[in-house]
């Protein structure tokens, strides 16, 4: 009888450790997974950073564009005559 104990129990231990060996086995698996996903989304992030990155420049250079055809088309505007110049003063906000 003691031996059939034994034996039940022994099969009771390997029966567990096999089912502690596969949870294992899926918990490696799922953090390579989650370990994969979170480089993916970092990398997604840092693309995207770097697009709005580039996009922030086109608009800076656009801006500066602008500018600097507003001061050309302002230079080669003639200039006001001094007495109208002092007669209505330009009020910059």
């Not at 490696?28 to 993916?40: M, S, Y």
């Not at 709005?52 to 006001?80: A, D, F, K, N």
Request: charged letters at 35%; hydrophobic letters at 35%; glycine letters at 4%.
């Amino acid at each position: 009888m003691n031996r059939v104990i034994e034996g039940l129990e022994q099969q009771r231990h390997q029966q567990e450790a096999e089912a502690a060996s596969v949870v294992l086995a899926r918990t490696e698996l799922l953090n390579e997974e989650l370990l994969a996903r979170w480089d993916q989304k970092k990398e997604q992030s840092a693309e995207l950073q770097e697009q709005r990155r580039q996009q922030l420049e086109r608009s800076i250079r656009e801006g500066q564009g602008e500018v600097r055809r507003l001061i050309r088309r302002l230079r080669r505007v003639r200039p006001m005559p001094t007495a109208a110049m002092s007669a209505a003063p330009v009020r910059w906000r």
